[in-house]
Each structure stands twice: as C-alpha cells, then as structure tokens.
C-alpha cells in the first residue's frame, strides 16, 4: 500500500503536465464520487466501530471516553503552544508581506453524483458512544451479538471495499494539486515562513513517536512506517475523516489492544489536529503582524485560545477547520481581508496540515494506549489486595 501510494503521489507530481486535461477532469471526478462513497458509508463505519469498542469495554466505557476527550484537549493545547512560539519567533525575525497571488486556473469535475447525507459522522460517533454505553446495560447479552455484526460489515467494508481502492481515489486529488499548482503560488510568496511551520510542526510530530515509544529507534521508526500510507492518503484528499481506514490500518499496526484503537481514530480523526492548532495560531500571528493592526494583550490570547480548543470538538467536518474559527477572528478585530488572506493560506496548505493532523493521530492511540493499559494495569493490583 505504501509504495503504491507514494507511487501515485511522486509521479503524478513529476509527470502531471503529459497527462491529458481531460483524463485529469474525469480522474478527478472518479476521486470526488469515491469520496462521496466514503462519506456516504462512513457514519455507519464510524457508529459501528464505536459502539462495538465501546461494548466491549464494558464498565470501563465512561472512564475511557472521559480520559480520551482530555487527551484530545491536551494534546491540541500542546500544539496550539508550540504554535504561539513558533508565531511568536516568527513575527520577531522574518519580514511578512500581505500580498498573495492565488492560482486563477482550477480543475474542476463536471460530473458528480451526489449521496445523501443521512447523518453526520459527528452524530454517528455521538449515537455511538451513547449506544455502546446504554445498550449493553439495557440486555447485555444481545448488545455483544450486534456489536460483533455491526463490526464485521464494518470491516469488511473497509477491508475489501474502501482501502483497496485508496491508490484510484488519491490520484485525481494529486493530480488536481499539481494542475492547479495551489501549493507553488503560496510557497512563493511565503517561503520562508511556510518552511519554518512544516520542519516545526513534523519535527513535534516526530519526537511524539520518538515519546510513545519510549525513544528506542526500532520501534520508533516501525510506528512512523506504519502510520506513512495514511499521512500520504491524508495529504493527497486533505480530509482526516476520508482518510479513516488507512489510519486505522497503520494504528492497529502500533498497538496490540486493537478494540481501542478502534474506538479510538473514528473520534480523534475529527477532533486531535495538531497540525490545525498549530498552523492557526502561526497563520493569526503572522497576519496580526503583516497587517499591523494592535498587538493583543495576553487575556485576549488566553481567551481566544480557550474558545478554539473548546471549538475544536466541533470542527467534525473536513476543512471546517478554519470555517469555524473565523468568528473568533473576527474578535480579535481581523478585518475583511485578513479573514480572506488567512482563509485562502489554510484552504491552499491544507495537503500538509491534514497530514500533520493525522500523523499525529497516529501517535496519540500509541501513548495513549500505553497510558489506558498502565493505569487499568494498577487499578487491577489494587482490586486484587
């Protein structure tokens, strides 16, 4: 899988402009209607792995659900930091220009067949906690039967349906990248700066895999070569959710407690964004400076920052993202067109970010897989004294 993804992704870049525009519109198309596939039968994936993970957790469910909403928060906290520093040096040492030059010329699909949305994957994840709770303590029995048959269709669907086809469905989105040459026209303008997040932002998310696994190098690599199909499909269809069952794959290749990792990337492929938390706050930062506008006090920070993490259990939505920030942007006083400029930045590195995104998805199952089997590891010592 990897060697064929990363086939796709080098030659459709290195040999994109031999392709005909017309075989690059329809592959294009096949690619959005494989995505309209995938968010069509996603809900029903994502409420299936739930609520079967969770079902099988039994009495350990509501602990568990509580420690992974604060290791979401911490770990959105911690790149948001990271981020305000990098910003921070940033704005102290590089001279920033406002003016970007976005690509006129777009690929665009003439033909797409559109699902309906039935429910959302955010709902689908809710009714699925919610059901893996309550079910098995309204008939216990019965609730393991459905749960191991929800499970199985899941899988199959993702084994021998959705993964498979993941090398077709990356190509028309690489290949609408490398036409639409969106990263260049920003790279050019922002060089500098935008070299300066990806080294900061991948080299966190390497050191996270160097901290789950306790630095020994085997292992550390092994994790991070397990987890390259699913950054390389998050990069090429910018979307963590569309990118759910490769990093699935990739996690339950880290982790031994597969039922965990299971309930555990269907909820944190929308809500754990390292990259996102990150790139926001350097892209505010930077656009607070290049438009010279008034230096905010740090209550104004602190504020803005506790509404974004909070936000970011409802960015459920791929590139929503920004989308939902942009309020809070306007409080902090951006104008018009810093809320254009910042918009149009993201939206063009979102490629990069999603994968930042999901690679640190990757490393949060392992530390906190390892944290949930120590810490129930003691609470099993102590019930038996």
Known sequence: MLLTLLAVFILSFLFGDLIPVDAKIFLYSVSLNIKEVLNFTMPFIIFSLIFNSINNLKNAAITFII??????????????????????IITQNLHISSEIVLPQSELSSPWRFKLPALISNF??????????VTVHRIIPQKSDIIAKKLASIAFFLLRRILIPVMP???????????HDKALSAVF????????????????????????????????WLTSMRNMLPAIVTAIATSSSSATIPVTLEG??????????????????????SIGSCFSIIVLVLVIIESFGTQTLTIWEHARFLSY?????????????????????LEGLGFSPAMLSLITAIYVILNPIITGANVAGDGALVIIFTKFHRRLFAREKQRALK
């Open 67 to 88: 420690l992974l909403l604060v290791a979401v928060f911490l770990s959105n906290l911690f790149s948001s930091l990271i981020g305000y520093l990098t910003g921070y």
């Open 123 to 132: 709902h689908a994840l809710l009714l699925g906690l919610i059901a893996g």
């Open 168 to 178: 077709v469905f990356i190509l028309g989105f690489v290949l609408k990248l490398q």
């Open 188 to 219: 050019e303008d922002y060089i500098a700066i935008f070299t300066i997040m990806i080294i900061v932002i991948y080299t966190y998310v390497i050191l996270l895999y160097g901290i789950a696994n306790s630095f020994k190098v085997k292992d």
């Open 251 to 272: 996690s339950k290749k880290n982790v031994k407690e597969h039922n965990i990792a299971d309930a555990m990337v269907p909820v944190i492929a929308s809500t754990n």
């Open 308 to 328: 974004f993490l909070l936000l970011k259990f409802a960015a459920a939505a791929p590139g929503s993202d920004i989308i939902v920030v942009l309020g809070l």
